[in-house]
């Protein structure tokens, strides 16, 4: 494994898994493998009942966002799309997991304090709805480091709406 170069961004993911598919890291280890990579492209996962798992070690680079591999950290929460139709994004994501992200991603804002957080959708030319939610109006509202170009944008009307 590759030792990621900085890390400028906590980048938040979806497994893309329906609600009912209580998937765990070491499933998606199996399905990155068969396509070739070296195991899982998370540095952490978030089961649906909220158990925080480590996948690539904490340092390693991942691959999770292309072009931002070298300098972001990976973390996916299980769920995400529709129990109906298993594409739909959607944002079920359970209390415990939501706990979980918010007590993770503190850790990770105190290891790497310049590090902005935002989802997989946020970054240039990601044609996903991956988390499944607004990872930025989250961060925002949880005081966590988010880019700044967004912040600057926001006034009390906008924020009635994001």
């Not at 415990?96 to 935002?118: I, N, P």
Request: charged share 25%; net charge negative.
């Amino acid at each position: 494994m590759t030792e990621r170069k900085s890390t400028e961004f906590l980048a938040i993911h979806c497994a893309a898994t329906r609600p009912s598919h209580n998937v765990t890291a070491a499933e998606i280890d199996e399905w990155h493998k068969a396509k070739g990579w070296n195991g899982i492209g998370y540095n952490y996962f978030i089961q649906r009942g909220g158990l925080v798992e480590d996948g690539r070690p904490r340092d390693d680079q991942g691959a999770h966002v292309s072009g931002y591999n070298a300098v972001s950290l990976g973390i996916c929460m299980a769920g995400g799309v529709s129990e109906k139709d298993g594409l739909t994004a959607e944002n079920n994501f359970t209390d415990e997991q939501w706990k979980a992200l918010d007590e993770l991603t503190g850790r990770m804002v105190k290891c790497y304090s310049h590090a902005v957080v935002q989802g997989h959708r946020d970054f240039p030319q990601v044609a996903k709805e991956c988390p499944s939610f607004d990872a930025i109006k989250w961060a925002f509202e949880h005081g966590y480091p988010t880019p700044n170009d967004w912040q600057a944008e926001m006034t009390p009307e906008k924020w009635k709406t994001a």
